[in-house]
């Protein structure tokens, strides 16, 4: 009985050692972080495809994500949004918004400043008003996300995704 016991505690003690070490091992910033890439106002009815332009809120929610090299963002995108995510070092001021292109099936134009890209999404003339699109980040670095339809960049619709080395 004594041997049970003893055993029965080592085992306990073993857990509780390894239950601590797994949750200091996720102690920090997550592996991956989820923003909305602007949102519908209320009170709206979209019933049965209404999506109207002025009912969407052209923001970055949150404003500035932080995950690890290696880790995804995903990108919730409600509305007609267009993902450009740039490299360390870019800053707003430095987007050239005088480079366009226009979307596939019309719309407003569209930011394609090459300059330090490292990611464009989709045609957002071709998809879904409603979607997502996930990106890996494999280094460390701050990178500026903007959304790239000219007139929600020039109202501010850019953040970040703040990128911290894999310990």
Known sequence: MHRSFSTLVRVAVLGTCLASAQALASDGPPSNATVNFGAWMTPLDRFPNNSPPPANHHALMPNQVTIRSGGSVNFILGGFHNIAIYGEGKQPADVNAGILTTPT????PLIADPAGRIYRGLDPSLQPVDRVEVVRFPQPGLYLVICAV??????????????????
Do not use: A, E, K, S
Not at 105 to 108: I, K
Not at 158 to 166: D, N
């Open 150 to 167: 000219l007139p929600h960049f020039n109202d501010g619709m850019y953040g970040w995704v703040r990128v911290l080395p894999t310990p």
């Open 105 to 108: 099936n019309g719309g407003p």
